[in-house]
């Protein structure tokens, strides 16, 4: 069964800090691994990741994928209270297109 | 760029009435949507893969009758849960991608109260 874990479940930080959020995958195929930012209603899209070692950035956001160790992390630097989320990493089997996500980590800035 | 709209954001409906979701890729045709399913602080479950023209593929331990998909277009999707009980309570959310290997795309969510 694939899975897809996430850690920590939750975290709570200061603004102006960073973190690492972190995202281990078991799968029988693997195709790419994705980054989603939840707050209230639909994810958004952050990355997609196919390829180690390769950093993806966005602003503050920053991911990278390590396929042999089978994990992904995103940091966030310079934390703000709007990156308060639900940050969710989801894996592509590549089947029928289908992604299985992880638990998803809650995270909360505070100022 | 893509945009998959989920319609309602909300509803509240009685037990043992049926409810219908819809989902609707507007710039990009989908001949799979998936719908998930999410609890309070909870992940994305999978519930089940929407395929145009055929029957949808249920995860297990999702029932087939109570959650009926129907994708009779490239571009809409729709859930209907039947007989819903106060349990059926959830954020319900849809997505599709506008083809292999690339980012999967939601609708903004249908919050379903059972009361």
């Known amino acids: 069964e694939d899975k897809v874990v996430q850690s920590p479940l939750s975290l709570v930080v200061h603004e102006g800090d960073t973190v690492t959020l972190n995202c281990s995958y078991e799968v029988t195929n693997f195709r790419s691994l994705l980054w989603y930012k939840q707050e209230k209603k639909a994810p958004t899209f952050l990355f997609m990741l196919t390829s180690s070692g390769i950093e993806k950035k966005s602003g503050r956001l920053s991911s990278i994928l390590d396929k042999k160790e089978l994990f992904s992390i995103l940091n966030i630097t310079a934390t703000q209270t709007g990156d308060s989320a639900v940050y969710l990493c989801a894996v592509d089997t590549g089947t029928a297109s289908k992604l299985t996500f992880g638990t998803g980590t809650r995270l909360q800035v505070t100022l | 760029g893509a945009v998959v709209s989920q319609h309602p954001s909300r509803v509240i409906c009685k037990s043992g009435t049926s409810v219908k979701i819809e989902c609707r890729s507007l710039d990009f045709q989908a001949t799979t949507m998936f719908w998930y399913r999410q609890f309070p602080k909870q992940s994305l479950m999978l519930m089940a893969t929407?395929?145009?023209?055929?029957?949808?593929?249920?995860e297990q331990g999702v029932e087939k009758d109570k959650f009926l998909i129907n994708h009779a277009s490239l571009t809409l999707s729709t859930l209907t849960v039947t007989s819903a009980h106060p349990e059926d309570s959830s954020f319900y959310i849809c997505?599709?991608?506008?083809?292999?290997?690339?980012?999967?795309?939601f609708g903004q969510g249908t919050r379903l109260t059972v009361v």
């Open positions: 929407s395929n145009e023209g055929s029957k949808a593929t249920y």
């Open positions: 997505s599709a991608r506008p083809g292999t290997g690339v980012k999967a795309f």
